[in-house]
């Protein structure tokens, strides 16, 4: 069974960059089954979808955050990352990365707060 | 892109008593393929949230059967037949039909 964990820090300071890792175990990211995402929930909200990469590096964003977020893959660490650039307070969230199958959202990590502030 | 519309936001049911929570889709979800990806995902506090039925009636493996999915376009269903208590927190629809995917608002199941 697919297991992701995500990593990075805790707080952004407004206007910088928050970057996130997620590492997979359980099945290789270069499988071609999934699509790998990015999803966040601020604090007592509901969730957002973020964008999400295939193996191969073809990318996909949501619209409105289209502007400030790169993910990439590490297929030789089973790794994918998010930057998200320019962060204000709004950007504030639990993040999580989960595995996309096209269709849905099958497998997800635990999930990291990301604060932002000064 | 399609709205997904959850009802109500909070349902405060009493233990062993049967709950229903709505999920109306502002396009049709049935997909080229015939399928129709509507989801419904479970957070319980603190988790993160776990996918309990998918494509409108599959339950996941280890959901308990008190849960069940229904539905058909634009309108679906997710039943608990008995709510317990660790069926407490949040259920969201999720259409996975239309890019981009996107969720509902979410629905609060409480104890009474």
Aim: glycine residues 10%; aromatic residues 12%.
């Amino acid at each position: 069974q697919v297991q992701l964990q995500e990593s990075g820090p805790g707080l952004v300071k407004p206007s910088q960059t928050l970057s996130l890792t997620c590492t997979v175990s359980g099945g290789s990211i270069s499988s071609g089954d999934y699509y790998w995402s990015w999803i966040r929930q601020p604090p007592g909200k509901g969730l957002e979808w973020i964008g999400y990469i295939y193996y191969s590096g073809s990318t996909y964003y949501n619209p409105s955050l289209k502007s400030r977020v790169t993910i990439s893959v590490d297929t030789s660490k089973n790794q994918f990352s998010l930057k998200l650039s320019s962060v204000t307070a709004a950007d504030t969230a639990v993040y999580y990365c989960a595995s996309y199958s096209g269709y849905d959202f099958d497998y997800w990590g635990q999930g990291t707060l990301v604060t932002v502030s000064s | 892109d399609v709205v997904m519309t959850q009802s109500p936001l909070s349902l405060p049911v009493t233990l062993g008593q049967p709950a229903s929570i709505s999920c109306r889709s502002s396009q049709s979800l049935v997909y080229s393929d015939g399928n129709t990806y509507l989801n419904w995902f479970q957070q319980r506090p603190g988790q993160s949230p776990r996918r309990l039925i998918y494509k409108v009636s599959n339950r996941d493996s280890g959901v308990p059967d008190r849960f069940s999915g229904s539905g058909s376009g634009t309108d679906f269903t997710l039943k608990i037949s008995r709510v317990e208590a660790e069926d407490v927190g949040v259920y969201y629809c999720m259409q996975g039909t239309h890019w981009p995917p996107n969720f509902g608002g979410g629905t609060k199941v409480e104890i009474k």
